[in-house]
């Protein structure tokens, strides 16, 4: 038997573990991705190697927590407002902090130096299509996750939202293919589909649904084959199996999250963490690198750089979440109400 949460108005738990994804994939770009960027490793050198794999926990919360958006989503309008006011905002402003930073403070690689198409591009968060450089470079999950989006957008728009679990066995047969084979189109198909990753989000609308109307031994043989072959993509780019246990214990948490046997109560610092999440996410890595850059110069000492630099970034993060991300998700999702909302009839809107 599931675990009944349909009347809570979050479900806190995935917060935070977005929140801890985040802190993940910080820990590995101020570590091992750092000292990667410069092909230089130091021996007894602290790094978060496997710290990366935040990014598929992130993909997996997404699905679902997108497909829960969608569930309670009347019109396709809506969908695309949510997710406007959600990203759009925020991915503004993490863009203008990245090139005044850099622009200012000396900053390594070829971090500071963009054109005006380059800016001008990334502002319409199409840059990876258009084939222009991102200003942050964490910017290519979203090109990831615009890409689900526009998926689920259009089965939602068929009305065939609820196929999802029958198409996904097409999807992750798609995906293992192209991992094993040459497959006819396989660059566009990859592109289109977002094969390397279509597993983690299969797994999160599997998660969904398990949680909405309990598990059945179909989906229980999807999350299997998404697992199995999740861990053939990451062997294949990886050749490690530490990536395969690590993905492993996501599925794990999320299962014993569903059923409703792990059962995190409110605590300030997850909660902080996650509310943080997606701002610290688009702001961290190069302005992040680019602090480390400078503190190097004086403290060579992961002790030192990786904390300090971690502490300025989650204020600048929080301060965008306060002053930029949440008013404007208010903003402008009241607006849109305004807008939609018949003459005559304040309060059906609200309904």
Known sequence: MTTNRTGKERFLELDYLRGLAAVSVILFHYTYGYDNGLRHFEPGRFYFRYGNLGVQLFFMISGFVIFMTLERTKTSMDFLVSRFSRLYPTYWAAILLTIAFCSLVPAPFDYGHYTLT??????????????????????????????????????????????????????????????????????ILQQVFILPFAPMFV????????WKRGFTPYRIGLLVASYGVESVILYNTTGSVIPIVVV????????????????????????????????????????GETIIYNIKKVIDSAIVYVPVTMAIVFVAAWLVMVYIEQPAITLIRNFYKKRKQPAGNPNLAAR
């Open 203 to 210: 797994a999160g609308v599997v998660y969904y649904n398990a």
């Open 248 to 287: 492993a214990v996501f599925f794990l948490v999320f299962f014993l999250l569903v059923k409703g046997i792990l059962v995190i109560g409110p605590n300030r610092v997850l909660q902080f963490l996650g509310c943080t999440s997606y701002s610290v996410y688009v702001i961290h890595e190069t302005i």
């Open 118 to 187: 380059e800016v001008l591009v990334n502002f319409t968060m199409l840059q990876h299509w258009l084939k222009i450089k991102d200003i942050n470079a964490a910017f290519w999950t979203l090109a990831v996750e615009l890409t689900f989006y526009f998926l689920m957008w259009v089965l939602f728009c068929f009305k065939k939202l609820r196929t999802i679990e029958v198409l996904s066995v097409a999807w992750l047969a798609l995906s293992l293919l192209h991992q094993v084979v040459s497959i006819p189109f396989g660059n």
